[in-house]
């Protein structure tokens, strides 16, 4: 089975989290802090979302987290595809603020 470009891209930041990358763990923050205040205004699940995918990292497959988050498969796909983006802008940026402290 080929693995897509998506999960490839969140085992990187499996793996960073899992080492304790300060910048990974911080853009991680900065990403689910995101979410929850977008759940908060607009009135949806990605918090519950990220926290299944990235958190607590269950092995269902990705037609029943989507199923329990009430979303569609390919919608599930599209929020992904956003976390992941969110995710390396602010490792980007936390990166490039650490650059130019030093």
């Not at 990705?62 to 595809?81: N, S």
């Amino acid at each position: 089975m080929r693995k897509t470009k998506i999960k490839s891209q969140e085992e990187k930041i499996f793996d960073l989290l899992d080492e304790g990358n300060a910048l990974a763990v911080g853009a991680f923050e900065k990403l689910y802090t995101r979410f929850e205040e977008d759940d908060a205004m607009h009135y949806t699940c990605h918090a519950a979302i990220i926290r299944t995918i990235y958190i607590v990292r269950s092995e269902h497959v990705l037609w029943r987290i989507a199923f329990d988050h009430h979303v569609g498969e390919r919608t599930l796909y599209r929020y992904r595809k956003s976390y992941v983006k969110w995710f390396c802008f602010y490792f980007e940026r936390l990166a490039a603020s650490a650059n130019s402290a030093a």
